[in-house]
């Protein structure tokens, strides 16, 4: 199992342009929650999917939306590009169970800048 | 709103020293707490979490809900515990929503 795994690694746009970033979950989880962060900071809870539905948001606007699919992968869509939106995304898969211990894993992230 | 702050960037210890990463969260409820760590190239991953009041890798944490406090602990540093440590706290049950704080970079000096 190659754990989470999120594509590109690297993605380079410019203002005002939209771009979507792709993460597959650990195999057997069935959320994936994505996070945003920014150099020198701990990661910011972006929103989660499970069951194809956001079940959570933190306090980003509209245009961070998402999707996830029927085999549970999922994607990170922002548009209208902002400076401000450079930084890594990092997604991290768990399972909805119903044990105390449903412990999230992170993928290697994305690394986005924008010009 | 929660929120977790850790005080110290950056933290430089000798091999063989005591080492306390701080922690301390703001929420009136009931949270549940973890320690993450990130070393060198590597991906973030759990290190540990007050609710299975375990010791990992010589690591221990207590929970003090009267200081608001989940400090990191261990009695003697080891050079391969050199990474970046990320205090979090989750309030919606399981893992959910989790808010981290900035982190704290520990250096282990041999």
């Known amino acids: 199992d190659a754990g989470v795994t999120q594509s590109p690694t690297h993605l380079i746009k410019t203002r005002g342009q939209q771009v979507t970033l792709r993460c597959s979950p650990k195999?057997?989880?069935?959320?994936v929650s994505w996070y945003q962060q920014a150099l020198g900071q701990g990661p910011q809870f972006i929103f989660q999917?499970?069951?194809?539905?956001?079940?959570q948001r933190g306090n980003f606007p509209d245009r961070f939306s998402g999707h996830q699919f029927p085999n549970y992968s999922s994607e990170l869509n922002v548009n209208a590009l902002l400076l401000g939106d450079s930084a890594l995304y990092l997604c991290?898969?768990?399972?909805?169970?119903?044990?105390?211990?449903?412990?999230?894993?992170f993928g290697p992230g994305t690394r986005l800048t924008v010009l | 709103a929660q929120r977790v702050t850790q005080p110290e960037k950056l933290l430089s210890v000798f091999k063989g020293a005591p080492v306390e990463l701080k922690c301390n969260y703001s929420?009136?409820?009931?949270?549940?707490l973890f320690w993450y760590v990130q070393y060198s190239r590597q991906r973030l991953q759990l290190l540990l979490r007050?609710?299975s009041r375990e010791s990992i890798k010589g690591f221990t944490a207590d929970l003090n809900k009267g200081e608001t406090s989940f400090h990191l602990k261990k009695p003697f540093a080891q050079e391969e515990d050199s990474a970046m440590y990320y205090c979090?706290?989750?309030?919606?049950?399981?893992?959910?929503?989790?808010?981290f704080g900035t982190g704290t970079k520990l250096q282990v000096i041999p």
């Open positions: 979090a706290l989750s309030v919606s049950g399981g893992y959910q929503k989790v808010t």
């Open positions: 007050h609710i």
């Open positions: 999917y499970y069951e194809e539905e956001e079940r």
């Open positions: 195999s057997g989880h069935d959320t």
């Open positions: 929420y009136s409820g009931s949270p549940e």
């Open positions: 991290a898969s768990s399972w909805t169970g119903t044990g105390p211990y449903n412990e999230q894993f």
